[in-house]
């Protein structure tokens, strides 16, 4: 009755084209998607080591290790490329552990976050041997003591200080003020360092800082760095070392050409360099959107032009449930048409097919005149595109693919409807509780 989701084709290289607007690391982009369908993501193997390499340039001569943000894109072929980089983790969940290591980043390369990890979780990251904890609460010192405990090994650990900075981004993805929920005060860590030994099995001698992401000024990272420096000395200065140092991530990306100003990886390790120098431990930075957002693009096409009664409706088949930043959090994402025939200038709400008012990529958008059939490009979606995915209204996860200098190669092969469905089955055996 239904047709059948078709399977993509074998990865092949796309070749032969001399315009150079449709082109992405190489390849094809028109092409692409007649091959795989639409909505498509796609990453550039190129521009993720390209920023790679920017932050180890800026870092060199620093004992500094770069422990990737799981979160922002943790499709294996990003996390393999990460590992053959040098690259470690940071992860917040156990799930991202393993996809981590399947990926081949080593567990002394892996860092854990987060304010909700429970006994299971951190006694799996035990057991693996990961370098480090990032303790958020004194409830989760005292676990991770009582786990390591048991299994008669000692947990290094880090304290997250919450510098209480405001970090001058959305307010959804600020983690540094007093009033968010995300590591603790000085005063407070101070009281866990007076009392570090009496944790048998925690080695209690790392700092930890994360104020936010998105951020697009050296100000908040210098103000947070400063208090955690001035803190840091303190410590030592109390016979407390401090091995490690982890200054989290934040740097911001290009989501509006023209308007966002990045601060250029050089320019945040000189504010690193400044407010932490004497410092002689080792140095971990998280970086996540930074490495991957302008390395992935959504491509999508329009399904149809809707006229409102106050404005026109551009309808794509990409929809919210494929990238949430734009009803998530108002985000703005460039849209552009991937071959510009020198149409007039009309503007849209552009909209996706899902039964949500959110389900808007951008309101009031100037773009060349679309019609049916035409594709376009959503910029900057390679950080918490695909990773916030959903299959809300059924439809299914979208295809992923890595380019690289004019091939292809398919990393996520579009969701077909029996995986969708595989766990979900009827009602047949009724049990108590």
Known sequence: MFPQTSRPASPAPISETTDESRLFDGVDLPRLAERMGTPLHAYSASAIRQRIDELHAALHGLDALICYAVKANSNLAILQLMANAGVGA????????????????????????????????????????????????????????????????????AVRINPDVDAQTHAKISTGKSENKFGVSIDEARRWFAERKSLSHVQLDGLHVHIG??????????????????????????????????????????????????????????????????????????????????????????????????????????????????SLYDAWHDIVPVIDEGRPVTTYDIVGPVCETGDTFARGRELPRCDAGDLLLIRATGAYGASMASTYNSRPLAAEVMVQNGRYAIVRRRQHFEEMIAGEQPARQWETA
């Open 213 to 326: 992401s998105q951020i697009l000024s050296v100000e908040p990272f210098r103000l947070a760095l400063q208090r955690v420096a001035a803190f840091w000395r303190e410590l030592e200065q109390a016979g407390h070392p401090i091995r490690s140092i982890d200054v989290g991530g934040g740097l911001g990306v290009c989501y509006r050409a023209g308007v966002d100003q990045p601060v250029a990886a050089a320019d945040y390790v000189a504010v690193i360099r400044a407010a932490l120098a004497g410092y002689h431990g080792r140095l971990l930075l998280e970086p996540g959107r930074y490495l991957v957002a302008e390395a992935g693009v959504l491509l999508t096409r329009v399904i149809r032009v809707k006229p409102g009664e106050q404005r026109q409706f551009l309808v794509l088949d990409a929809a919210m449930n494929d990238l949430q930043r734009p």
């Open 90 to 157: 940071d992860i917040v969940s156990v799930g991202e552990l393993r996809r981590a290591l399947h990926a081949g980043i080593p567990a002394e390369r892996i860092v854990f976050s987060g304010v909700g990890k429970n006994a299971d979780e951190i006694a799996g990251a035990l057991n693996v041997g990961i370098q480090r904890f990032n303790v958020e609460s004194h409830d989760e010192l005292l676990t991770l003591q009582r786990v390591a405990r048991a299994q008669d090994v000692v947990a290094r650990a």
